[in-house]
């Protein structure tokens, strides 16, 4: 809302409002005044008026400036004119009367005293009690003005200023841990009043502050109510030596937030990708800067506090997402200013609204255990990866982590080219969400999907074997589709196989992709493709921050029965983020049913020491009745044996003591040598309560060595051990 309403308003009113001292019509202006009362009625019936021009005339030569120089306490028309415009604007007053007018003549000074109400939207009613003077000069009686004819307590050099009181940005925490926080800005301060000597105050000062005299020198004149910021510092800048010895100086002082605020990430790196920073406002153009400040400030008023292009913005993760809720409404104080600074009189103050603190999911020692796991189990700049930790049963995220990950407080602070480039150049990419963004080849996980798809249909039994005779050295070649002019299909290498037909189970156990391929070409590509979409490989699964497409074949692609095959055991052109396909794999967890994941608990609003609800999250289900119990029945077994240590399947390796865990291992193969590899772990625990219900999945980018083949092992291990 334009602060404008009196300068339209007023003068509609003005001539009702002055009956308020049953004024006699008034003739022009400029006409001479026959006694000092007519003089004071006139002048108010044109203040009231808003006829600023006619009640400037009035005023005596003490007070007027008709020149283009400025005069101590003098002012020109332009000045007086302004001065009521823009405070009463600035308060929105619509209506002023002025009562109970009592006048003391005289023959040379004619006193009176009067109530003006100024009716404000902001306020209410303003009432206060005025005195003024009036003079003869030449003859004429004119009105000795001062700046306490608008407020009482104002005084020449005194302004009315407009201050916006900043809402607190909302706090992400989780566990009772604070995860990203508004906090205050350490400045170092001078009081020049207590320095008696400048020159050892600067020789002293300068080098704990690692500046130079000159520096000091200039901020020591800038000095305002005998405070001088010398130099400011992010929270964990500022040793305790150097403050120590900064103490010791006599006009030396520490504030800790007076002067500033800054948002800080105090876990740093810990789940980067998902929080995100604040920082400024993204625009390559003029067009595009004013098009996102349209968004932001879309349902905002300026009393909210509109962005603008100064302003420090979520930009990525949740900061970004929950922009709005994070932000708050900016409050608003308008007061009386001293020409020294200070505040002589708030008329008008309405107090910020600090943005909304989000709760998360996470378990935060699980999630700093995770970490603790990744950085001791992962090496060098050749291996990165994804773990996702969740509650199968409700969607909850426990723990998820984007490696290598970044510090936020680089970004929050303002990142150097330097850092920028060395995170952008790192052959990790750290800066990759990996979790949400990702798509990768699922792999061997999609075995399960393939072969509970298979079981559901009716395409094959638990006593349907794949004759082993036609795989000629790890190879098959399909003869039942005509001439096969693609590659044979290449069986996985097993170093202990078990003995016994190939089986859905020997087949899970051992992740053989002859098997698998084998039953997507019997399911036919219009029923597997018809599958994989109920189950959720072509949508995208709803989440806090946005997560990317996955997808079951190109756009363009011309389906063939090779490509068929290969997407059985989940190569092809299949893509997948780990998120998603954590949470598809946990309706084999779940009855069925995917649960729609989620990080963020609710949101809260701060009142006092007590949190009121804004809004909490309410478990829901993305898809439900995807397979049936008995199909899950069968399966589990079978992937509870690909992780049994004595049966040496593909997951013997995982050996969790504290509970039992059915999971599926994967592998894919990527770039154009096949030099790296995608490996994937997904395990659930079994038979355990919902509260303790937990499934890991673990996805890493490594190269494709032998020596690397266990490392997923360890993570999800260290996830899956039940809590002591």
């Not at 809720?325 to 600074?341: H, Q, S, V």
């Not at 723990?399 to 970004?411: E, G, I, K, R």
């Not at 399960?448 to 794949?466: R, W």
């Not at 069925?592 to 949101?603: H, M, T, W």
Request: proline share 4%.
């Amino acid at each position: 809302m334009k602060r404008n309403t009196w300068t339209g308003i007023a003068r509609t009113l003005a001539f009702l409002l002055c009956t308020a001292f049953l004024l006699p019509c008034l003739g022009c202006v400029s006409a001479p005044q026959r006694t000092g009362s007519a003089a004071i009625e006139s002048f108010l019936s044109l203040m009231a008026a808003g006829d600023y021009q006619g009640a400037y005339a009035l005023l005596a030569s003490s007070c007027r400036n008709d020149t283009d120089t400025p005069r101590t306490n003098r002012v020109t028309m332009q000045e007086f004119s302004d001065r009521y415009t823009n405070i009463f604007d600035a308060l929105e007053i619509t209506g002023v009367i002025y009562k109970n007018l009592a006048v003391t003549s005289g023959t040379i000074l004619c006193k009176a005293t009067f109530d003006g109400v100024y009716t404000s939207t902001l306020v209410g009613e303003m009432e206060n009690s005025f005195s003024l003077l009036a003079t003869r000069e030449d003859g004429e009686w004119c009105i000795e003005w001062d700046p306490s004819l608008i407020f009482p307590e104002m005084e020449w050099g005194d302004t009315v200023r407009v201050a916006t009181i900043a809402a607190e940005r909302g706090e992400i925490l989780s566990d009772g841990s604070l995860l990203a926080a508004t906090v205050g800005i350490i400045s170092v301060y001078a009081e020049p009043s207590k320095i008696e000597d400048t020159s050892l105050f600067i020789s002293r000062v300068s080098p704990l502050l690692n500046k130079t005299p000159e520096e000091i020198e200039k901020a020591l004149s800038k000095a305002y109510n005998d405070v001088a910021v010398l130099e400011q510092y992010y929270s964990d800048e500022l040793s305790e030596s150097v403050t120590e010895q900064l103490l010791s100086i006599e006009g030396v002082g520490i504030d800790y937030g007076n002067y500033g605020v800054q948002r800080e990430y105090p876990y740093g790196a810990t789940l980067a990708h998902l929080i995100g920073y604040v920082g400024a406002v993204s625009a390559a153009t003029q067009e595009e800067l004013e098009e996102e400040l349209a968004a932001l400030n879309e349902g905002r008023t300026e009393q909210d506090g509109l962005y603008n292009s100064d302003s420090k913005v979520g930009r990525l993760g949740l900061e970004k997402q929950f922009e709005q809720e994070l932000r708050g409404k900016d409050g608003e104080m308008i007061y009386i200013r001293t020409a020294e600074g200070t505040n002589r009189r708030t008329l008008y103050r309405a107090d910020a609204t600090d943005g909304y603190d989000i709760e998360l999911t996470v378990d935060v020692s699980l999630q700093q255990r995770l970490e603790e796991v990744m950085e001791l189990v992962l090496f060098g700049d050749s291996t990165a990866g994804a773990v996702v930790v969740m509650n199968p049963v409700t969607g909850a995220v426990d723990a998820m982590t984007s490696y290598p990950s970044y510090d936020l407080n680089l970004f929050a602070r303002g990142i150097s080219s330097k850092d920028y480039s060395a995170l952008l150049n790192d052959p990790a990419k750290p800066l990759i969400n990996r979790i949400t963004q990702g798509l990768y080849p699922p792999g061997s996980t999609m075995k399960a999907f393939t072969g509970a798809a298979a079981l559901e249909l009716g395409i094959l039994d638990t006593e349907y074997a794949f004759d082993e005779k036609l795989i000629e050295d790890d190879y098959w070649t399909p003869t039942e589709y005509g001439p096969w002019i693609w590659s044979p299909i290449k069986r996985t290498h097993v170093k202990y196989p078990i003995s016994g037909p190939l089986n859905m189970r020997k087949a899970l156990i051992h992740s053989d992709n002859v098997y698998f391929a084998n039953a997507a070409l019997l399911i036919g590509w219009d029923v597997f493709e018809n599958y994989m979409e109920n189950i959720g490989f072509t949508e995208t699964i709803p989440f806090d921050i946005g997560v990317a497409q996955p997808q079951l074949v190109n756009e363009d692609t011309e389906m063939n029965y090779k490509l068929l095959a290969d997407s059985g055991y989940g190569q092809g052109e299949i893509l997948v983020t780990p998120l998603q396909l954590a949470s598809m794999f946990s309706c084999l967890a779940n009855g069925g049913n995917i649960a729609v994941p989620y990080i963020v608990e609710g949101i809260y609003r701060e009142e006092g020491i007590q949190y009121d609800v804004v809004s909490e999250h309410v478990d829901s289900l993305w898809k439900t009745g995807l397979v049936p119990q008995e199909v899950i029945d069968t399966i589990t077994p079978m992937l509870k044996d690909v992780v049994d240590p004595t049966i040496n399947g593909t997951g013997r390796q995982l050996k969790v003591r504290s509970c039992t865990v059915a999971a599926k291992t994967g592998t894919a193969e990527i770039g154009d040598n096949k030099s790296r590899e995608i490996s994937w772990f997904v395990g659930y625990r079994t038979d355990v309560p919902e509260e303790d219900a937990r499934l890991v999945l673990v996805m890493l980018e490594i190269p494709a060595d032998s020596k690397y083949t266990s490392l997923k092992f360890d993570i999800a291990r260290a996830m899956l051990e039940m809590d002591a």
